[in-house]
């Protein structure tokens, strides 16, 4: 079945870096592109960006993008978040999504129709 | 940016009710409109697309309306297992997306 498996759980202090995985499979990886959510705790879903695994190409949440890389490997169907310069306000729950379309007439209709479990980012002295 | 704005932020209802959730974009988004269902500890899950499409597999007391600016999902029936948080995701500028600040429907 189609799913989307991330790294685990992770620890840092303030100013480190993270890396989170998310592991694709059931499905052709460079056919849909994939995109990062997080949520703070007891807080809403905040987009941070997306990445074509066709190509690569990124696009970013402008209150991120200087601290953030989104990468992708081909060769083990994995799409990776970096996050630079953590901070306290960067804790929360990482998720990673599948973004795929339906089309009517010319328009076509993205939404993210699958998700990681979500990896937990906590950051702390 | 497009800001979406829903409300109510929270609700309670009975078990057989009809609730509706609204939201609102800051500029004109046509129909790219999509709303989620997350439960807690859980990613969120597609409901519905493209404004009123139903994602395979959802339950069809699920209903998505509107176009441009005025949006709402409406649950026609609540059921126990409807207790979730609801977001509304703008498609209109992908590949940037944006969120709506969440709707926590509880049960009575």
């Known amino acids: 079945q189609v799913q989307l498996v991330q790294s685990g759980p992770e620890v840092k202090k303030p100013g480190a870096s993270v890396r989170v995985s998310c592991k694709a499979s059931?499905?052709?990886?460079?056919?849909?592109?994939i995109n990062w959510v997080r949520q703070a705790p007891g807080q809403g879903l905040e987009w941070l960006g997306w990445i074509s695994t066709y190509n690569g190409n990124t696009e970013y949440a402008q209150k991120i993008q200087d601290r953030i890389a989104l990468t992708t490997d081909t060769s083990t169907n994995t799409a990776y978040l970096e996050l630079r310069s953590l901070r306290s306000d960067d804790t929360g729950v990482y998720f990673c999504a599948r973004e795929q379309h339906n089309t009517v007439w010319d328009s076509h209709y993205y939404f993210l129709d699958v998700w990681g479990a979500g990896t937990t980012v906590s950051v702390s002295s | 940016d497009f800001q979406l704005t829903q409300s109510p932020s929270s609700l309670s209802a009975s078990v057989g009710d009809r609730v509706t959730i609204t939201c609102r974009a800051s500029?004109?988004?046509?129909?790219?409109l999509n709303w989620y269902q997350q439960k807690p500890g859980k990613a969120p899950k597609v409901l519905i697309y493209a404004a009123s499409d139903l994602k395979n597999g959802v339950p069809p007391r699920f209903r998505g309306d509107g176009s441009g600016t005025d949006f709402t999902l409406t649950i026609s029936s609540l059921q126990p297992e409807d207790s979730a948080t609801y977001y509304c995701q703008q498609s209109y500028s992908r590949p940037s997306y944006g969120f709506g600040q969440g709707t926590k429907v509880e049960i009575k």
């Open positions: 500029e004109s988004i046509g129909m790219y």
């Open positions: 059931g499905y052709g990886f460079s056919t849909s592109s």
